[in-house]
Nanobody, 117 residues
């Protein structure tokens, strides 16, 4: 059974930084992409950062230059480094893995990020 477990969320002042981690466990044959999404209260889920296997990373315009997605394959972990945080970054952040050539779509339970002004 595949599990994604996020950590690293919390309360931070505007201008501060957080690093989210998502550890992937279980049997996955082929990972095609690893992504971070977020959802704020009353808003639709938003793709924040994406990292396709063998491709270039991509970011939502609202986080470009502030957020960085990366991975450590040896630790089966994907990270989201978030710098210069703003109150509008407040949301539940979810890790997502697309695998098996689009036939598998895995999600973590989410971690809350709250940025105080």
């Amino acid at each position: 059974q595949v599990q994604l477990v996020e950590s690293g969320g919390g309360l931070v002042q505007a201008g501060g930084s957080l690093r989210l981690s998502c550890r992937v466990s279980g049997s996955i044959f082929t990972i095609n992409a690893m992504n971070w999404y977020r959802q704020a209260p009353g808003k639709q889920r938003e793709l924040v950062a994406g990292m396709p296997s063998g491709g270039s990373t991509s970011y939502a315009d609202s986080v470009k230059g502030r957020f960085t997605i990366s991975s450590d394959n040896a630790k089966n972990t994907v990270y989201l480094q978030m710098n210069n945080l703003k109150p509008e970054d407040t949301a539940v952040y979810h890790c997502n893995v697309l695998a098996e050539w689009g036939t598998a779509d895995y999600w973590g339970q989410g971690t809350q990020v709250t940025v105080a002004s």
